[in-house]
Each structure stands twice: as C-alpha cells, then as structure tokens.
C-alpha cells in the first residue's frame, strides 16, 4: 500500500466501523476469554484496536508495525514478570493485524507461528467474521503462552488489564 492510499484509507476506512464491529458483547467476551486463559500460563496478553492513524502521522511513514510497538510500551505489555506479554494489535482502516511479543516469549515462538495466528484472524475478519476472528486469535495465542510458560496450576496474578482497548 503506497503512503497516499494508507492517507485515504486512514482518513476514510474503518474508524466509523469500530463500534458495529466490536460491540460491547464481543469486548465482553474477549475480556473473559483473555482472563480464562491467562489462567494457564504465566503470560499476559493484550488486545488494541484503533480505528485508524492521525493523517500526520501516516504522512511522516508512521506504519501498522511501528504504531503496534507503541503501543506494546505504552500498555505496559513489555513490563511482566516473566517478559511473556503479548499484544495483538488491529487497525481497522489498514486491515492490518500486529502480533507484539515480549523477548521470553519471542525468543521460544517462530515468527511464522504469529504470522499465522494474524493470517487465521484476517481471514476471519475479511469474511466479516469479527467475533471468531477475535476470540481464534486470542486462543491461540494462550496456546503458544501455555505451551512455552505454562502455570502448572499455580494461581499467579493478574498483572495487566484484560479488556481490549479501543484506541
């Protein structure tokens, strides 16, 4: 995508969408899928999802990847204790999923696993299934924590927000 059509897209797409497509019921049940499954491992895992980009910003070269690792350090999601946070990060003007993970849990996990997870989503959302998309890339991103830093049981606390954010 050039810089021009990232601008329309960013000035046109997606922003007014964020509400139909993500109502309250799915932020519901995305909060109880991401605090049932933190239960069994030792990770954190984050969902954003904004809108679109500032005009500016896109102008300047601001891309999804970028703006994904912003907000990796602006959630705290880097700050766990045992570095396995993980954000999944979706801007809808771009149709652009971002999976941020901490450096435990990078250095045990191929980059094509999380590529797939974003695929998996994509194809979801791209059939206009929001719901599934969502709650397929939430799971499966628990099964990469459990498998890599699983809790073995143990009750650990909750050192981040579940709901996903809308920026």
Not at 19 to 29: A, M
Not at 86 to 104: C, F, K, N, S, T
Not at 142 to 163: I, Q, T, V, W
Request: charged fraction near 25%; hydrophobic fraction near 45%; glycine fraction near 8%.
């Amino acid at each position: 995508m050039t810089r021009t059509q990232r601008l329309v897209a960013n000035l046109f797409d997606g922003w007014f969408q964020l509400h139909r497509r993500f109502p309250t019921e799915l932020l519901d049940d995305m909060t109880t899928a991401i605090a049932d499954g933190e239960h069994r491992h030792l990770g954190e895992l984050r969902f954003a999802i904004e809108s679109r980009l500032a005009p500016q910003s896109v102008w300047a070269g601001l891309d999804a990847q970028t703006r994904a690792r912003q907000v990796f350090g602006q959630l705290n999601v880097w700050d766990t204790e045992h570095n396995c946070g993980v954000l999944i990060y979706l801007l809808m003007a771009e149709h652009r999923i971002e999976i941020v993970a901490d450096r435990g849990i990078a250095h045990r996990v191929k980059p094509e696993e999380w590529i797939s997870i974003c695929g998996a989503m994509q194809e979801s959302f791209a059939a206009g299934q929001w719901r599934a998309g969502a709650l397929r890339g939430i799971t499966e991103v628990h099964a990469l924590l459990a498998k890599h830093f699983p809790s073995h049981g143990k009750a650990r606390p909750d050192e981040l927000p579940d709901r996903p954010v809308l920026l």
